[in-house]
């Protein structure tokens, strides 16, 4: 069993539906990542969070430190949020991080 | 804005031949390290090094080792590459926690022939 387990590995959604992908991971942590990566494109960091929720336009982030689960949520979707994305969560050691196996996420208009 | 810069985009290499990928940071981070992301097994973490001259082996190593000589450079060196090393390879710098968070190269997609 990996440690970070994301859900669904693929989604597929029309423009402005509310999306959200779960993230679970059984190790303990200092943070927890989500991660976002076009097609082609580098990986950029949305959140990094480690309690409660952190809101950055239409990107939600949740974390539930007690159930090891975090959401990302997107609302109002649009094609431009097709990517993949990963969550990850860090240990404390030398700042490694466990990646989940990401979420493929296409948005038609 | 911290740049973390991987030399090459895309690279073609022979089987059996010595390969280098360098990556280079503005920010003076102890933190470098080398991840490999491949379909279906999502990112998986090569070498990493939390200072000048100190590596440690992540959960894949075989076939690779790393240079750390200056803070701003870690290198990833394939000894004899392989087909099986064909791959995207990204460096990254970072803490890993809420408040020193984590930021990825652009990648290096290497094809091995």
């Known amino acids: 069993k990996n440690e970070v387990e994301q859900s669904p590995q693929n989604l597929t959604a029309q423009e402005g539906e509310f999306i959200t992908i779960n993230c679970s991971y059984s190790?303990?942590?200092?943070?927890l990542h989500w991660l976002q990566q076009h097609p082609g494109g580098g990986i950029v960091s949305l959140f990094m969070l480690s309690s409660g929720k952190k809101k950055h336009g239409r990107l939600i982030a949740t974390i539930n430190i007690q159930e090891k689960h975090s959401s990302l949520h997107i609302t109002a979707s649009h094609p431009r949020d097709s990517a993949v994305y990963i969550c990850?969560?860090?240990?404390?050691?030398?700042?490694?991080?466990?990646f989940g196996q990401g979420t493929i996420l296409t948005v038609h208009p | 804005d911290v740049k973390v810069t991987q030399s090459s985009r895309y690279l073609v290499k022979r089987t059996g031949e010595k390969v280098f990928l360098e990556c280079v940071q503005d920010m003076d981070h102890e933190n470098m390290f080398w991840y490999r992301q491949d379909p279906g097994l999502g990112l998986r973490l090569i070498y990493f090094?939390?200072?000048?001259?100190?590596?440690e082996k992540g959960d894949i190593p075989e076939g690779y080792s790393v240079s750390r000589e200056k803070k701003e450079r870690f290198s990833l060196i394939l000894e004899s590459a392989s087909t099986n090393q064909t791959s995207m390879y990204l460096c990254?710098?970072?803490?890993?926690?809420?408040?020193?968070?984590?930021?990825f190269g652009s990648g290096t997609r290497l094809t091995v022939v």
């Open positions: 090094s939390y200072d000048v001259k100190m590596k």
């Open positions: 990850a969560v860090g240990g404390t050691s030398y700042g490694k991080l466990t």
């Open positions: 990254a710098i970072g803490a890993g926690t809420e408040f020193y968070g984590y930021t």
């Open positions: 190790v303990g942590i200092s943070a």
